[in-house]
């Protein structure tokens, strides 16, 4: 469906897209604005009011509709943006379960897809549908190495696993299986939640009653509350660690004092105000955040940066794909999709974007910083 049946919803989208006609660029947005995936969804929803309305010197559309964090209804939402709305490139899902499908949907319509979601399995193994699908959230491996590394050294033997029950948890899953044993990582359970539980009190349990010297929680937005919520109440002192999914105030508000010290490895806006004047992640983050919050009246999270830095890549493309073709027509499309490939040196709140043939995620450990929850705020780890 749309995003707008709500009243106020529906006048910010006849402001967004009213003047659609004369726009050249015309950019699809798939996104997880109701259901589990909101948490995500809702904050991106508020950026594209905050996005550049031109790109390349051309106008640009902005057609959202709302997967309602359904994979069907995201499939069928990229059916119609490529059919219907003829739309140069497709963005999203928030979700990693609602991306998969529109792999198959960018490949059919030879239309460039770039995911919202973390999985790495959206971009990697190469392939004909992944041809055409980038991804600004850095991958599984990359952050999972990093936080992994960083436990290994704090001298945790043990390790307890609770994630969701989608791909985003087991992508997580297959790398922390994979990397801890030659870090001397033992992992003690595999246990699993629906993002839409309201308890996960029997998987805490469970991984307590292996006894680890800590528990690795992946999850994302507020769901991801509940694990670290259920061990805390019920004893458990041990220390956790969470994925890069957690970075919103959102999390920090509901988790309160439960949530107090998670550490997990995460992209540089989280905490840039923590890095040095000048550098140029924190750069990134304040031209953004400066953009959402005159448009928003408030501050941005780490989801709303997703989409952000989606359209600046797709704003580093566009010129050299217009000078190929024109909007509308394949021909660009597939220019703009080899241009994506091209991109090197990009500094985004999501980390150092270097794009190639085999790599549609492009970013390295420069990219992955370890943060703490800190006296109620995302602080850098020292």
Request: no cysteine; proline share 4%; aromatic share 8%.
């Given at each position: 469906?749309?995003?707008?049946?709500?009243?106020?919803?529906?006048l910010v989208?006849c402001v967004?897209?009213?003047?659609?006609a004369?726009?050249?660029?015309?950019?699809?947005?798939?996104?997880?604005?109701?259901?589990?995936?909101?948490?995500?969804g809702?904050p991106?929803?508020k950026t594209v009011?905050?996005?550049?309305?031109e790109?390349?010197g051309?106008?640009?559309?902005?057609?959202?509709?709302?997967?309602?964090?359904?994979?069907?209804?995201?499939?069928q939402?990229a059916r119609?943006?490529?059919?219907q709305?003829?739309?140069?490139?497709l963005?999203g899902?928030s979700l990693t379960?609602?991306t998969?499908p529109?792999?198959?949907v960018?490949?059919?319509?030879?239309?460039?897809l770039?995911?919202?979601?973390?999985?790495?399995?959206?971009?990697?193994?190469?392939?004909?549908?992944?041809a055409w699908a980038?991804?600004?959230?850095p991958?599984?491996?990359l952050m999972?190495a990093a936080?992994l590394?960083?436990?290994?050294?704090s001298?945790v033997k043990?390790?307890?696993y609770?994630g969701v029950s989608?791909?985003?948890?087991?992508?997580?899953y297959k790398?922390v299986?994979?990397?801890?044993?030659?870090l001397g990582?033992?992992?003690t359970?595999?246990?699993v939640?629906?993002?839409?539980?309201t308890?996960?009190t029997?998987?805490?349990?469970?991984?307590?009653s292996?006894n680890?010297?800590?528990?690795?929680?992946?999850s994302?937005?507020?769901?991801?509350?509940?694990?670290?919520?259920?061990l805390?109440?019920r004893?458990y002192a041990?220390?956790?660690?969470q994925?890069h999914?957690?970075?919103?105030?959102?999390?920090?508000?509901?988790?309160?004092?439960n949530?107090?010290?998670a550490?997990?490895?995460g992209?540089?806006?989280?905490?840039?105000?923590?890095?040095?004047?000048?550098d140029?992640?924190?750069?990134?983050?304040?031209?953004?955040?400066t953009?959402?919050?005159?448009a928003n009246?408030?501050?941005?999270n780490?989801f709303a940066?997703h989409l952000?830095?989606?359209v600046a890549?797709?704003?580093?493309?566009?010129p050299d794909?217009?000078?190929?073709?024109?909007?509308g027509?394949?021909?660009?499309?597939?220019?703009?999709?080899?241009?994506?490939?091209r991109?090197?040196?990009i500094?985004?709140?999501?980390?150092?974007?270097?794009?190639?043939k085999?790599?549609?995620n492009g970013?390295?450990?420069?990219s992955?910083?370890?943060?703490?929850v800190e006296?109620?705020k995302?602080?850098?780890?020292k």
């Open positions: 469906m749309k995003i707008g049946f709500a009243r106020a919803s529906l989208a967004l897209f009213g003047n659609a004369h726009a050249d660029i015309k950019i699809g947005i798939v996104i997880s604005a109701s259901g589990p995936g909101s948490a995500l809702q991106q929803l009011a905050a996005l550049p309305k790109i390349g051309e106008k640009v559309t902005y057609i959202v509709l709302d997967d309602e964090s359904d994979s069907t209804k995201g499939v939402n119609r943006l490529v059919i709305d003829k739309v140069d490139v963005v899902s379960p609602v998969m529109m792999l198959d960018a490949l059919e319509s030879k239309t460039p770039l995911s919202l979601a973390a999985a790495t399995a959206i971009v990697q193994p190469m392939d004909e549908k992944r980038f991804k600004v959230v991958n599984d491996d999972a936080i590394k960083h436990i290994a050294t001298g043990t390790l307890g609770i989608d791909g985003y948890g087991e992508g997580y790398e299986s994979r990397l801890a044993p030659a990582l033992t992992v359970t595999h246990e939640y629906a993002r839409a539980d308890s996960v029997g998987q805490a349990l469970k991984v307590m292996t680890p010297d800590a528990v690795f929680i992946a994302a937005g507020t769901p991801a509350v509940l694990p670290q919520q259920a805390r109440e004893g041990g220390k956790i660690f994925t999914g957690v970075a919103s105030e959102e999390f920090i508000k509901l988790g309160g004092a949530v107090e010290g550490v997990f490895a992209e540089a806006f989280t905490i840039a105000a923590d890095l040095p004047a000048g140029p992640f924190r750069r990134s983050t304040e031209e953004f955040v953009a959402y919050e005159a009246g408030q501050k941005p780490m940066a952000w830095d989606v890549l797709i704003g580093k493309a566009a794909a217009l000078k190929t073709a024109k909007p027509t394949i021909e660009f499309r597939a220019a703009l999709r080899d241009a994506l490939e991109g090197q040196n500094y985004l709140n999501n980390g150092l974007s270097n794009m190639s085999a790599d549609h970013y390295d450990e420069r992955a910083f370890l943060i703490k006296g109620g995302f602080r850098l780890a």
